[in-house]
T-cell receptor, first 114, second 114 residues
C-alpha cells in the first residue's frame, strides 16, 4: 500500500533563507509526483509536476527533485518570502490500470518570519 | 474560466439532513475525483470516476453517493449527515490519457454539520 510521508510537519524560518521540504513514498511504482500549496481555508494550487522519468522540475524560486528508486522528493525554496507561508503538500499518482489514485502526504506547514 | 469549480463553497447544516455538493470541470478531462480533508488537514480519496463510470470507492459509507451525469460533472450527495462528516471536500480532475498528467483541484467545499 502506497504511503506518503512529509518531514518536517511544520517549519519556521527567517525571511531570505533557502529551505528544503522532504517527501518520501513507500512504493516506487508511481506515474508522477506533484507538489501543491494550500493557504489557510483555501484550495490546492499545483506548484510542480515531476514525471516518473524525470529528476527535477523548476519554476521560479522553486525546484523539485525526484529520486524514484529511493522513494524521495524534495522541494527547494530559494530566498524565502513571507508570502511563501502556507502548507505544502506532496502527492504521488499511482495504481494499476484505471484504478489509479493521487495519494497525499500530510503536508508541511511553512511559516516565513518577516 | 475556472477549471474545476465546486458549489457551494460553504455549507452548514444540521445532523440528519441530506445535502449535495456539485462539481464541474471545463478541461475536457475523463477522470474526476472526490477527496475529503479532515480536521488534521489530511487529504484522502473517496471516489474516482472515469467517463461517468465509478472506478474507485475507497470504503466510503453508503450515505455518500456520487453521481456523474456526464464526464464534466461529478456531484456528491450525502444522506443523513453526521457530525463526523464535517470536513472540506475537494473535487479534482485529470486527463485519462496517460497518468503522467497533472491533477487539477477545485477550491473545496467546507461542510459543517451541527
Amino acid at each position: 500500500k502506497q504511503e506518503v510521508t512529509q518531514i518536517p510537519a511544520a517549519l519556521s524560518v527567517p525571511e531570505g533563507e533557502n529551505l528544503v521540504l522532504n517527501c518520501s513514498f513507500t512504493d516506487s511504482a508511481i506515474y508522477n509526483l506533484q507538489w501543491f500549496r494550500q493557504d489557510p481555508g483555501k484550495g490546492l494550487t499545483s506548484l510542480l509536476l515531476i514525471q516518473s522519468s524525470q529528476r527535477e522540475q523548476t519554476s521560479g524560486r522553486l525546484n523539485a527533485s525526484l529520486d524514484k528508486s529511493s522513494g524521495r522528493s524534495t522541494l527547494y525554496i530559494a530566498a524565502s518570502q513571507p508570502g511563501d507561508s502556507a502548507t505544502y503538500l506532496c502527492a504521488v499518482r499511482a495504481g494499476m490500470n484505471r484504478d489509479d489514485k493521487i495519494i497525499f502526504g500530510k503536508g508541511t506547514r511553512l511559516h516565513i518570519l518577516p | 474560466d475556472t477549471a474545476v469549480s465546486q458549489t457551494p463553497k460553504y455549507l452548514v447544516t444540521q445532523m440528519g439532513n441530506d445535502k449535495s455538493i456539485k462539481c464541474e470541470q471545463n478541461l475536457g478531462h475523463d477522470t474526476m475525483y472526490w477527496y475529503k480533508q479532515d480536521s488534521k488537514k489530511f487529504l484522502k480519496i473517496m471516489f474516482s470516476y472515469n467517463n461517468k463510470e465509478l472506478i474507485i470507492n475507497e470504503t466510503v459509507p453508503n450515505r455518500f453517493s456520487p453521481k456523474s451525469p456526464d464526464k464534466a460533472h461529478l456531484n456528491l450527495h450525502i444522506n443523513s449527515l453526521e457530525l463526523g462528516d464535517s470536513a472540506v471536500y475537494f473535487c479534482a480532475s485529470s486527463p485519462n490519457t496517460g497518468r503522467r498528467t497533472e491533477a487539477f483541484f477545485g477550491q473545496g467545499t467546507r461542510l459543517t454539520v451541527v
